[in-house]
């Protein structure tokens, strides 16, 4: 079953969650830890939201449709330098010339 199914089943605001473990064991989700465990959020962020009051999750919004993915990778690491790239790029002309480029 797909977790936008899981959360729209088994979630509704205002409910109180008592730690992480049984929230993942909710959503059908394996406990993770570190940064695994912030990917793991920031993908259920797409579905529902939520605040924490020591460890207790308590949901403040389960989402209508599930928001779409932010994949930056898509961007690259040289999206800001691409400009300056540009400029050294070299023409088809002289490509076929010998020496330095200007």
Same mark, same amino acid.
């Given at each position: 079953?797909?977790?936008?199914? =899981?959360?729209? #089943? #088994? *979630?509704?605001?205002?409910?109180?969650?008592? #730690?992480?473990?049984? *929230?993942?064991?909710? *959503?059908?989700?394996?406990? @993770?830890?570190?940064?695994?465990?912030?990917?793991?959020?920031?993908? &259920?962020?797409?579905?529902?939201? &939520?605040?924490?009051?020591?460890?207790?999750?308590? =949901?403040?919004?389960?989402?209508?449709?599930?928001?779409?993915?932010?994949?930056?990778?898509?961007?690259?690491?040289?999206? #800001?330098?691409?400009?300056?790239?540009?400029?050294?790029? =070299?023409? =088809?002309?002289?490509?076929? @010339?010998?020496?330095?480029?200007?």
């Amino acid at each position: 079953m797909e977790l936008f199914e =899981i959360v729209k #089943n #088994n *979630l509704y605001v205002g409910m109180v969650v008592k #730690n992480y473990k049984m *929230l993942c064991h909710l *959503l059908n989700q394996e406990p @993770k830890t570190s940064d695994s465990k912030k990917a793991q959020e920031k993908e &259920w962020k797409r579905f529902f939201d &939520w605040t924490r009051e020591g460890q207790k999750y308590i =949901i403040i919004n389960v989402h209508n449709n599930q928001l779409p993915k932010d994949d930056k990778r898509y961007d690259g690491n040289n999206k #800001n330098n691409r400009k300056e790239y540009e400029q050294f790029q =070299i023409s =088809i002309e002289d490509d076929q @010339k010998k020496g330095v480029y200007r």
